[in-house]
């Protein structure tokens, strides 16, 4: 693409402008997402009764293997329209569900107020977080290695989890996982604002979507653990 001295386009269309829009188009994808997800999180129950009459005490297993497989399906298409509408929508549809049951959960534990708290939470983490993004205009891209370094310690320690059945350990765990995410959220929106490359929105607002559901998903945990008795 071709821009004259003013950093225009020969259609006049600045490369703000372009950015504009791509972020614009990044966060309409992850409303989106949001709102499929919604939708799979008022599912839960149905399909939670259909995979336990077929699978028994291994419903989970076809939950786990639909959610990676179309998480890797959504990630490998995401630039290839309208493929990666049908991925994106799967893999947040499952998502939705995985997190019912994550509320399910939580609410049977400790009422329905610690899903608000960590509801509350994992928005006002995003707001603040987005909102340091775009005031500094930093490149947060030195975050890399932490976040890097804070997701493989906690899937090793997930692994150690399954042997050592300590509550203290697990919540640990999600207090990892909370601070890696909101790192690579902070990393991914200050990516987004710094990139040049205009035509991967919907890669962008995968990996906002699976910071927030990390950051949600664990901090359910990290209340509901602070509670039980």
């Not at 939580?106 to 006002?124: E, H, K, N, R, Y």
């Not at 607002?205 to 950051?215: C, D, G």
Request: hydrophobic share 60%.
């Amino acid at each position: 693409m071709e821009y004259n001295y003013e950093g225009r386009t020969i259609f006049g269309v600045s490369r703000a402008e372009e950015r504009t829009a791509f972020v614009r188009s990044v966060y309409l994808w992850l409303v989106g997402g949001f709102a499929v997800a919604f939708v799979g999180t008022l599912a839960t129950v149905p399909v939670l009764t259909v995979l336990m009459s077929a699978f028994g005490r291994f419903a989970w297993l076809p939950l786990i293997i639909a959610f990676y497989g179309s998480f890797m399906w959504a990630r490998a298409v995401s630039r290839r329209k309208p493929m990666n509408r049908f991925a994106y929508a799967l893999f947040t549809f499952v998502s939705g569900i995985l997190a019912g049951i994550g509320i399910l959960s939580a609410t049977q534990a400790s009422g329905p107020g610690i899903v608000l708290a960590a509801f509350a939470m994992t928005a006002a983490d995003f707001l603040v977080l987005s909102l340091v993004a775009f005031v500094t205009k930093k490149d947060f891209s030195f975050l890399g290695n932490f976040v890097i370094v804070g997701l493989t310690v906690a899937v090793v320690a997930m692994i150690i989890g399954f042997f050592y059945h300590a509550e203290i350990f697990h919540l640990m765990i999600s207090a990892i996982v909370v601070i890696a995410c909101s790192a690579k959220l902070l990393w991914d929106t200050s990516r987004m604002l710094r990139e040049n490359d205009f035509s991967d929105a919907a890669g962008f607002a995968l990996s906002l979507f699976i910071s927030l559901l990390n950051i949600f998903l664990h901090l359910l945990r990290l209340l509901s653990g602070g509670r039980r008795n």
